[in-house]
């Protein structure tokens, strides 16, 4: 007797990933603009990490966070687009059964795992402006390393179960995946099995670990923002609110790029297929870029710690 994990890989042993299915043609034109953004992604991190590690000045608890923030966007860069290029360079359409759910569990814990990350920097920042006196007691590098292993170990072990049960299922359906990536939603649908309880488990999981992060980011800016409003000192409230300029504009780009996934995947029906897939693929792009950029440009402390870099090469 086989079981159905068994099954399932006995009737399939890899997918094809079928990238813009009415706008093929056209890949090659878009796989120019999507290389220069890979690139500067990973540059820009590499480059903000580098900078953090040689720096003395900045080996600071919200610097090790940024640190950490980078390391995610470089891991979810690389699981994703180099495979996305290869289906456009070489018609590399393939995908092993076990790489796909790979892929799968690698951009369903990490995404979590990045908002979970502005969430503690959000308390970060908290700290600094309603507790400041007790930040240096609060916010210590035994924190950010409890910080650490929390983000990392909470959503893995929670995003853990969406591939395996996709895994489980039996695909006799086909093995033609119609989008660039794994996504659960497109794999699971090839299945013959009933997919109702991996949906809901994805759909309850995912809205509660990125829900209970948003609210409580959402939560440490109201408290800081009525701190900053009782300041009466002139120019202190402008002080105050740009030590959290660059946190907040990334966390702003973080949900309102997610709520345009949401909503373009939530309309499918109503608008091209093509649609979502891209912006899927911008969604695990863009805001590896963006994110170092925008601390580059607005903290002047790495601004400097990179001009000293570039002095030293």
């Known amino acids: 007797m086989i079981s159905s994990s068994n099954y399932s890989t006995a ?18 034109w878009l796989s120019l603009p999507l290389s220069l953004l890979f690139l500067l992604a990973m540059g820009a991190n590499i ?12 080996h600071e608890p919200m610097y090790y966070l940024l640190s950490l923030l980078s390391l995610l966007d470089i891991v979810l860069c690389l699981t994703v687009i180099p495979k996305v290029l290869a289906i456009f360079w070489f018609d590399s359409k393939s995908i092993s059964f076990s790489a796909c759910f790979l892929q799968m569990f690698i951009m369903n814990s990490f995404l979590t795992m990045e908002c979970c990350t502005f969430m503690v920097m959000a308390y970060d920042r908290y700290v600094a402006i309603c507790h400041p006196l007790r930040y240096p007691s609060i916010i210590t590098g035994q924190f950010v390393a409890r910080a650490a292993t929390f983000v990392i170990t909470r959503n893995a072990l929670f995003s853990l179960p969406v591939p395996i049960l996709s895994a489980r299922l039996r695909y006799c359906a086909g093995n033609v995946i119609t989008n660039c990536m794994c996504t659960n939603s497109s794999v699971s649908k090839l299945s013959c099995d009933d997919i109702t309880f991996n949906r809901l488990y994805q759909f309850v999981a995912g809205w509660s670990l990125l829900g209970s992060d948003l609210i409580l980011i959402v939560l440490s800016y109201a408290f800081i923002l009525k701190v900053v409003l009782r300041i009466k000192v002139e120019g202190a409230v402008v002080k ?10 990334l966390i702003l780009f973080f949900s309102t790029v997610l709520l345009v996934l949401v909503f373009t995947n939530l309309a499918r029906e109503k608008i091209p297929p093509d649609i979502p897939i891209l912006l899927n693929i911008l969604h695990h792009l863009i805001p590896p870029a963006v994110n170092p950029i925008v601390y580059g440009v607005r903290t002047k ?13």
């Open 301 to 313: 402390e790495i601004k400097q710690g990179i001009q000293n870099l570039l002095r030293r090469l």
């Open 240 to 249: 105050a609110l740009s030590t959290c300029g660059s946190h907040f504009t």
């Open 47 to 58: 480059t903000l990490l580098i900078t953090i590690r040689m720096e003395a000045s900045l």
């Open 11 to 28: 009737l399939v042993c890899e997918f094809l990933l079928i990238c813009f299915p009415n706008f093929q043609s056209w890949q090659h």
